[in-house]
């Protein structure tokens, strides 16, 4: 298991940036995979971002070009840098990892943080 904790979420207008942290109990090179994912009022929750142990990175076609996922191992932490926010990027953005346990997998998620964009 992991504990996950991110921070950096608030209130933006369009077109503003934020950057979004996520530290993690243990060391990154242990985990399978960190994604960020959001999930908007009545919405189900969706990726965003992902960062595979190997250093790959994808992203939802909303966001190519605005987002970008990186990670520091010194600090077992990940990053979400938004840029050219807009009001459809407010959600909740939630952190997570995939870690293996024996065969299986387990999705560990943080708290979340809110992300609102208005205008």
């Known amino acids: 298991q992991v504990q996950l904790v991110e921070s950096g979420g608030g209130l933006v207008q369009p077109g503003g940036s934020l950057r979004l942290s996520c530290a993690a109990s243990?060391?990154?090179?242990?985990?399978?995979?960190m994604g960020w994912y959001r999930q908007a009022p009545g919405k189900q929750r969706e990726l965003v971002a992902g960062?595979?142990?190997?250093?790959?990175?994808n992203y939802a076609d909303s966001v190519k070009g605005r987002f970008t996922m990186s990670s520091d191992n010194t600090k077992n932490t990940v990053y979400l840098q938004m840029n050219s926010l807009k009001p459809e990027d407010t959600a909740v953005y939630y952190c997570?990892?995939?870690?293996?346990?024996?065969?299986?997998?387990?999705?560990?998620w943080g708290q979340g943080t809110q992300v609102t964009v208005f205008s």
């Open positions: 997570n990892a995939l870690t293996v346990v024996g065969s299986g997998e387990v999705s560990n």
């Open positions: 243990r060391r990154l090179f242990s985990i399978k995979a």
């Open positions: 960062l595979t142990s190997g250093g790959r990175t």
